[in-house]
């Protein structure tokens, strides 16, 4: 099956730097890339998805890349913010019927000292 | 418009138990998928069920079921509970294929 490879587990950064999470998948089937933020004791919340048609998606501070040849795709933050700190979540899924199966990456623990 | 509804938030139950867990989706949503999230495992994908129908699974034991009626409202079943089934338990739901997942606030499980 899918298997969701995520790095790093524990980033640091100062206010304003940016952060960059990286994650590879397994399945070549896989063609939808949502990204999770979930803040302590809350639910996750998608803060932004690219699908295998496109490369490269932004949304305001936020954008992902990805790389359909090598498997692998980015979670960029620019000009990072004390709000920004929370744990994300990379996930994959295949399309059509498996949509609603997504494999998610191990996390990685963001955390943005003012 | 309401978001995705877990009941209970939290549960306390003794090895061997079985428990129930509610999901109710947003509105118009047709798919429903569970997850469990640990420290040690993250989030594990255990089943989705869409108009009704079991669409994915996962691999976990036959322990953990699941189900959907006609109004989307899914649940999920745990028998025979041992300690490490202890997590949180998180539902999603999705209006089609290939839209975004709203996910619930969750229901914590600790089996003692």
């Known amino acids: 099956g899918e298997n969701v490879e995520q790095h790093p587990s524990t980033l640091s950064v100062q206010e304003g730097d940016s952060a960059v999470i990286k994650c590879t998948y397994s399945?070549?089937?896989?063609?939808?890339f949502p990204w999770y933020k979930q803040e302590l004791g809350k639910r996750p919340q998608l803060i932004i998805d690219?699908?295998?048609?496109?490369g490269e998606k932004k949304d305001q501070r936020i954008a992902v890349t990805l790389n359909k040849t090598a498997k692998h795709f980015s979670l960029h933050i620019t000009e990072t913010q004390p709000e920004d700190s929370a744990v994300y979540f990379c996930?994959?899924?295949?399309?059509?019927?498996?949509?609603?199966?997504?494999?998610f990456g191990q996390g990685t623990i963001l955390t943005v000292h003012p | 418009k309401a978001g995705v509804t877990q009941t209970p938030r939290y549960l306390i139950k003794t090895r061997g138990q079985q428990v129930t867990l509610s999901c109710s989706p947003i509105?118009?949503?047709?798919?429903v998928s569970w997850y469990q999230q640990t420290p040690g495992q993250g989030l594990q994908f255990l089943f989705e069920?869409?108009?009704?129908?079991?669409?994915n699974k996962g691999n976990f034991p036959g322990r953990f079921s699941g189900r959907q009626f006609s109004n989307s409202r899914s649940e999920m079943n745990v028998s025979t509970l041992e300690l490490g089934d202890s997590a949180l338990y998180l539902c999603?739901?999705?209006?089609?294929?290939?839209?975004?997942?709203?996910f619930g606030q969750g229901t914590r499980l600790t089996v003692v």
């Open positions: 996930a994959a899924s295949r399309g059509g019927t498996s949509y609603g199966k997504l494999t």
């Open positions: 399945d070549s089937a896989s063609n939808y």
């Open positions: 690219i699908r295998s048609n496109v």
């Open positions: 999603a739901s999705s209006a089609l294929g290939g839209t975004e997942a709203f």
């Open positions: 069920y869409f108009s009704e129908t079991q669409r």
């Open positions: 509105s118009g949503h047709r798919s």
